[in-house]
Each structure stands twice: as structure tokens, then as C-alpha cells.
């Protein structure tokens, strides 16, 4: 990333479908079109991951993999393509109705289509990339896979519950299960391979239409994910496999007994031991994936809000200190630091900072966050950004530039808002005049939710922290992706020098 540029933040579970939620066939492809007709550089993607489920949410964040892809993302077009699929068969499947993502429906649609794809896929020779495939990402596939296969076998919520051998991971009882599981096994494997097929389908239509992709490493595990299973030792856990902290942040603009998010928290001295050799793993892998990527909770490396188990809200957490400078350092060694973006929202100290700066990360800006009265000391307010950060009008976890002007912005934050702008702004044109200041701004990158470029209210947001229902739910209509829409987008991208 080395000139100014824009982009769109858009979930891939938010493109258009009739199978209950986006995934990577025919609709990301032409997203991609709409993009490039727009002038737009970059699509900004939420995390990938399949979400742990033992919380009954289908959070991103909640990711029960650091590497797995979510096979709810496969595409059934690209499985008739590839013969894995009949046709007749998607024309069985049931109208879903559009606008919202239906995650229990989608699961019903493609759990049946994916063990039909299986099982025809087995009664051929499984090609050359299909082994390589099995091969290069053995560090990961084979304890996802029996964490899966163990998980849908003995039909317990939580895998501290399994047997003691299983917990615990001993050899003799590893083996007999990858014996006994090995046709699950072979099922979540194929998945994946798919998955990752499709993924690097995609990847190359973005580069082929000068589209980076932006993607998403969230800091936490879910408990529940094979991860926390597989390398327990990386973990603050007890004897009995269970957390001894749980990650969240305090009190804050979000909620005033802070937000308790639940996973557990690293050994971050066992990390250190392990020269992060986990970490570098999940970066190399994402790096392979994205152009970009954004290290969700930054200020979680430096120091981190650690919640005693078993607490109701995160009020009475504690900071802790993390490993910092050592942890980005070593992540370094594997891309320059243009590929990296720090999320450093939330809590932020000058240790943070510092560190955001010394190692040439690019920081976030949130424009929602600025016009408190505060201009010379904000750094969300636009004249204060610098070339090494990028900007948003409002993130996935904000509300709509609409809804938070509409229920959120005071009086007073709206008159400085309109004063900023240069005339009145309303709840008809603030989503216009964010993008604008944004677009405008000193920062290098400026992303803009597809929310916020079609000027949706409070009924379109993604997701409001600290709470659990209703998030994760928006889905854009075919009809809301229109041609005028993409050339006004590119006068302005051209506008604002993001060319």
C-alpha cells in the first residue's frame, strides 16, 4: 500500500444469496466488478473463520479456528462447476427470503449439499491439489478436522467434558479416535479444501480487477475451537482444561460495565517460549489470504482487560500485561508493516501508541468518534490524522452514519459536524458528508461501509458490542447495487486523489 486509496467494508456473509447468507461464488465475483467500476482499491472483509457455536451466536470474532475457513462461505454455483454438484439439485432448494442472513437455514442448505459433494468426490481419484492441500496445511487440518469429527461424535457442549484421554489429548486415544472417525474427518477435511480452493478463486478475480482484499485476525480464540484444544499450553487455563481468565474490555462508550467478551486469555510467557511460533502461523497464513490485514484489539498485544471466570459483566477485570514490542517484532519478520493495519480503538496509552508508530503500522480513525469539542486533541477529527492510518466513517461494530445521527449524535456534536462540513447537515445527508471528510482526509486508506454508501439507517447496523442478539444479520439486496451508484462513488474516489 503505497498511494491513497478507498475501499468498502462489505462481510462476505452480506453479499446476496439465495442460500440464507453471502459466500464466495457468483455475487463476490460481481462485488468485485461493482468495486472496480467504483474506483474502489480495496474490499474490507470480516473474519472468515467458522464461528464457535457454543454460545448459541454466530459471532466472527467467536472464531473456532485460527485457520479453518467457515464452510457456510462455499459457494454451491462453484460446486455445480466443478461436477460435485448436480444443478437439479440447487433448484430444489427452497426460496430464502432476502435482506437478512438466516444461519440455521444456510447451515440445513449446505450440510446436506456438502455431504452430497463428499461423497461423489470420494468415488474419484482425489486430485494432485487435493494432497498437496492435505499436505501444506497438515500444522492445523488434522487437529481441526478431529476436533470437529470428536465434537459431532460425542455431542457435548464443551470439550473439557470429553474423556480424559480425549481432553488431554493422548496419543493412544488420538489415534484410535482418527481411526474410528476417519469418515467425518474426511468430510471436514474436503470442506476445507474447497473453502480454500474457492477463497483463492476469488483472490485472483480481486488482483485480476486491481482489488486487494483486507482481512481480519481476530486477538482472541473462541474456548470451544480446536485451537485452544490443540495447544492448551498457549492458554491461561486450569488443571482441569477450563479458563482462568477470560478477555473483555472495562467500562466504556459501549457499555457501562464494559463488555465481557469470554475467551480466554494467552500465557503470553509460554507464547515468548515458543518464539510465538503460533502467532507467526496464523500471520503467514492470513498473509497468504489477504493483501492486508487488521489485527483486531492492537491494544490487546501491549496490555489487556483479563476478567476472573465466571464473572456476569467485566467491571472487575484487571489490566495485564502483554507482550508487545517482542510479539509485532517477530510478526514483522514476515511482511513489511505496510500489509498490517492496527486496530487501535478502545483504551488506548502511549505505550500503544508508541509502539503503533515506532513500527510503522497503520492506526484506525473513526469519524463517528470525533466532533466533541475536542479538535485539537482528538485524533479522530480529520485535520488530525497523518498518511499512516486509515479512516472510516463508522466500523462494523459503529452504527450507520444515519442511525448514529439520528440516536446517538447530540446537539452539539451535530452543530460541529455542520460547521465542519461547511453547511447543515441532516439525517439525509450525513452518510454523504462522512464519506466525503473521509475520503478528503490526510490518511492513506479510507474505507466506507456499504451500509454508510447507501445511506441505511439503524436497521442496517452489523453488530453493537456487548450484546449478543441481532448482530451479524445485515444482507445486501441485488437491486442496492446499482451502476449510478458505482460512477458517483468513482467521481468522488477521483475527487479526493484515492485513484
Known sequence: MSRRASGILLPVT?????????????????FVEFLAR??????????????????????????????????????????VREGLVRRAELADVPAVPSGKVQYRLAQRIKSRMLRAAYERFKGTRPPESYRQFCAENRYWLEDFAAFVALGRHLR??????????????????????RRSLAGTMGQVTFEQYVFFRQAAGLRGWCLDHGVGLIGDVPIYMAYQSADVWA?????????????????????????????????????????????????????????ALFDVVRLDHFRGFVGFWAVPAGHRTAARGRWCKGPGQKLIERLLRQAPARRFIAEDLGHI??????LIRDKGLMSTRVL???????????????????????????????????????TEADARR????????GHPVTARTVHEDLIRLALG????????????????????????????????LWQLRPDQMTAPMAQRLASWTSLYGRG
Open 14 to 30: 452480506s453479499l446476496p444469496s439465495r442460500y440464507g447468507i453471502g459466500d464466495l461464488g457468483p455475487w463476490a465475483y460481481r
Open 38 to 79: 467504483a474506483g474502489q482499491r480495496y474490499w474490507q472483509v470480516l473474519p472468515l473463520h467458522p464461528p464457535a457455536q457454543d454460545r448459541g451466536t454466530f459471532c466472527p470474532y467467536d472464531a473456532g479456528s485460527a485457520f479453518a475457513g467457515n464452510p457456510l462461505l462455499i459457494s454451491p454455483e462453484w460446486l
Open 156 to 177: 457435548t457442549r464443551l470439550w473439557c467434558s470429553w474423556p480424559a484421554g480425549l481432553r488431554d489429548r493422548q496419543p493412544g486415544a488420538l489415534a484410535e479416535a
Open 231 to 287: 495447544h492448551a499450553r498457549l492458554f491461561d487455563l486450569t488443571r482441569a482444561r477450563l479458563p482462568r481468565m477470560v478477555s473483555g474490555v472495562p467500562p466504556d462508550a459501549f457499555s457501562r460495565t464494559g463488555q465481557l467478551w469470554g475467551n480466554p486469555v494467552y500465557n503470553w510467557t509460554t507464547c515468548s517460549r515458543d518464539g510465538f511460533d503460533w502467532w507467526v502461523q496464523r500471520i503467514r497464513h492470513s498473509l
Open 349 to 354: 496509552t502511549d505505550d500503544v501508541r508508541d
Open 368 to 406: 463517528q468518534f470525533a466532533f466533541d469539542g475536542r479538535p485539537a486533541a482528538n485524533p479522530h477529527y480529520p485535520h488530525n490524522h497523518d498518511s499512516c492510518c486509515v479512516v472510516y466513517p463508522g466500523t462494523h461494530d459503529n452504527d450507520t452514519a444515519v442511525g448514529w445521527f439520528t
Open 414 to 421: 451535530k452543530k460541529e459536524l455542520s460547521g465542519y462540513a
Open 441 to 472: 482526509s490526510p490518511a492513506q486508506l479510507a474505507i466506507i461501509a456499504m451500509q454508510d454508501l447507501l445511506g441505511l439507517g439503524p436497521e442496517a447496523r452489523m453488530n453493537r458490542p456487548a450484546t449478543t442478539r441481532g448482530n451479524w
